[in-house]
Structures are given as C-alpha cells and as structure tokens.
C-alpha cells in the first residue's frame, strides 16, 4: 500500500507507545503529526525524528482543552485539508492503588474521564469534517483489554485490573463510544476501531508489562494502514475481533 501521501494524527505522542507509533507511522512514509500538551517537548520529539529524515511535524494538542482542539484542528485545516489517519493515544491512569471501586474518589473517575473518554469524543468531533475529506479515513481508539466486560476473571491481567478500576470502566465507556460510532460512520469512508495493545511496558503502568512499546504500536500502526474494510467488527484485540 502506498502511505506516502497519507497524512495521520496521533494524540499523547510526546513519550511511550505514542511516541512510538508516530516512528513507525513516519518510517511506513505517513506524514504524521506528533501531538502533546506540552508544546516545547512536542518540537523537540518531532525534531529528532526530523533529524531521521522521517516525516514528523509538532503540534501542540491537550485533549482535555476545546481551545487547543480547536486551534490544533484549525491549522491541520490549513496545511493539510484533510487528515487520513486519526489515533486517539493519549490516557491516563489516576487509580489510588489498593483502593476499590467505590473508595476512588469522584475527582478520580471526573479527571480520568476527561482524558480518557471525553477527550477523545472533543478530539474525534474536531477532527471528523478533515477525516471525510479523505479518500479513505481511519480512527485508531487505544484501548485496553481492561475494559472488556468478558473479561477471564482469573487472569493475571484482571488481578492487574483490579488495581485500576477508573482506567478499566473509562476504557469500558471508550469501547461503547467506539461502537457507537462505528454504526453511525457505516456506508461512510471512515472505519474507526479500538484496539487492544496488550500489557505494554509504558510510563502508564510504570515500566511494568510483558510487550514492549514496539510490539504495543504495531497493532495501532497495521489498523491505521490496513485498508479500509479488511476488519470487521469495532473492536480488535492481537489482529482478533474480542467479545465485548
């Protein structure tokens, strides 16, 4: 597949798997936008894989800010008029550890939401006008097998879960929003999907993991560039359609 002339848009890339996609996405030949709050570590993320020679551009993106989204989608308007590929990366993880559902606090589960559930719709509406302008559009929504309500609960991963309920339930939301808006892009030229990295060795879960950020990005990197519908199905986890 040619993806020289692709542009794509990866939220929360200013370290981790983010970072890591905006390589791989750049070294595939997509001019790939690299966004973060911070404005000052976006430039200089996006200079060092200039200096590669790979086509990577900052931008100053913080999801949690309509301002910023709006400003962000404003100048994507204007230098590209239109976007290819739009990977909502950017998440957090506020779980106080030890804690179960109902003793995290209400500011928890309103701060996680704002990045994790809100931000992405804030991000995806400012973005969709430049997406259908596309000959093909492509949402990649990093989830978690977290927030799978078929869960095994006797895995490792769950006993992992249950130390983080706010991310698992925000991903859960992330997942019904993925859905939602699937049905409501059908018959368009827009596909948007959640993808399930796997236990990914990241800043988010402080280094702990079993992939590493390379394998993590790849799944996001082959459902941004897969073509438009060679996967059915809202939801995919290790190339698989999971129960939800």
């Known amino acids: 597949m040619d993806t020289s002339s692709k542009i794509a848009l990866v939220t929360g890339a200013t370290r981790g798997m983010g970072l890591e996609t905006v390589r791989q996405l750049a070294e595939a030949g997509v001019q790939t936008i690299l966004t973060g ?29 309509p301002g910023s989204i709006r400003v962000a989608a404003h100048v994507v308007q204007l230098r590209h008029g239109r976007l290819d590929v739009l990977v909502n990366n950017a998440g957090i993880v506020m779980d106080e550890f030890g804690k179960i559902p109902s003793e ?61 309920p706010v991310y698992s339930v925000s991903k859960s939301a992330l997942d019904a929003w993925t859905l939602q808006l699937e049905q409501e892009l059908q018959g368009s ?11 990914v060795r990241t800043a988010l879960r402080s280094g702990q993991g079993e992939l590493p950020v390379t394998e993590g990005a790849r799944l996001s990197l082959r459902q941004a560039l897969s073509g438009h519908y060679n996967q059915q199905g809202g939801l995919v986890h290790q190339e698989q359609v999971p129960s939800w």
Do not use: M
């Not at 200079?47 to 800010?65: K, R, Y």
């Not at 030229?189 to 236990?199: E, H, L, N």
């Open 37 to 65: 709050r911070n404005h000052e570590r976006a430039v200089a993320a996006a200079q060092s894989f200039q200096a590669q020679g790979l086509p990577v551009e900052a931008l100053q993106l913080d999801v949690t800010d």
């Open 104 to 164: 995290q606090t209400l500011e928890t589960w309103q701060v996680t939401f704002a990045t994790n559930l809100f931000g992405v719709i804030a991000v995806t509406q400012a973005f969709l006008p430049l997406l259908h302008q596309a000959a093909h559009g492509t949402i990649v929504n990093v989830s978690s097998a977290e927030s799978l309500l078929s869960f095994d609960q006797s895995s490792h991963a769950v006993a992992s879960s249950a130390k983080s």
């Open 189 to 199: 030229r827009i596909v948007v999907r959640s993808v399930y990295p796997g236990s």
